[in-house]
T-cell receptor, first 114, second 112 residues
């Protein structure tokens, strides 16, 4: 089982609609969760972090965390063409050095259709 | 500008050569990382240093050797380059070990 799983997409959403991105993780002890956005040819950019169960809102973005279900999601309201990118879910998991390492999913490619 | 910077941005070289990539951060962070993003866009950690101490060393061939001269710099030296080393290499930094990470612009390595 992959440590962090995402639907690779592509996910197409009309402009102005809500885009919903999902992620599941395998390490039940994980405590820190992040969403990164990566435009083609660019580096990952941190857009949200969440540490507690429930919702966390930042502008048009809402991260949702359910540790019991090992599930984290990202909602993008009023989607804009500039939101078209690959979204990477990242979770801290134990490394082979005994420290925590940030483990990324394979990413979901989101396309906003004007 | 405060940022994570990497040099070079592009690196084209032949099999068997040795090359280095440099990374610097002026964010005052304690922890730095090297990631590899392959052609399928999967981003995987290679190494991490915290205050110049190696804290993560994933299953990476020992042709790859990181070096951190101080906590603001982390370099990556690669010996005997192979075709499979072609990828984008990202440097990142974070305030501490298990906090949010900020990425540099990446170095696209092409081995021919």
């Amino acid at each position: 089982q992959k440590e962090v799983e995402q639907n690779s997409g592509p996910l197409s959403v009309p402009e102005g609609a809500i885009a919903s991105l999902n992620c599941t993780y395998s390490d039940r002890g994980s405590q820190s969760f992040f969403w990164y956005r990566q435009y083609s040819g660019k580096s990952p950019e941190l857009i949200m972090s969440i540490y507690s169960n429930g919702d966390k809102e930042d502008g048009r973005f809402t991260a949702q965390l359910n540790k019991a279900s090992q599930y984290v999601s990202l909602l993008i309201r009023d989607s804009q063409p500039s939101d078209s990118a690959t979204y990477l879910c990242a979770v801290f998991a134990l490394s082979n050095f005994g420290n925590e390492k940030l483990t990324f999913g394979t990413g979901t490619r989101l396309t906003i259709i004007p | 500008d405060t940022a994570v910077s990497q040099t070079p941005k592009y690196l084209v070289t032949q099999m068997g050569n040795d090359k280095s990539i440099k990374c610097e951060q002026n964010l005052g962070h304690d922890t730095m990382y090297w990631y590899k993003q392959d052609s399928k866009k999967f981003l995987k950690i290679m190494f991490s240093y915290n205050n110049k101490e190696l804290i993560i060393n994933e299953t990476v061939p020992n042709r790859f050797s990181p070096k951190s001269p101080d906590k603001a710099h982390l370099n990556l030296h690669i010996n005997s380059l192979e075709l499979g080393d072609s990828a984008v290499y990202f440097c990142a930094s974070s305030p501490d070990r298990e906090t949010e990470q900020y990425f540099g612009p990446g170095t696209r390595l092409t081995v021919t």
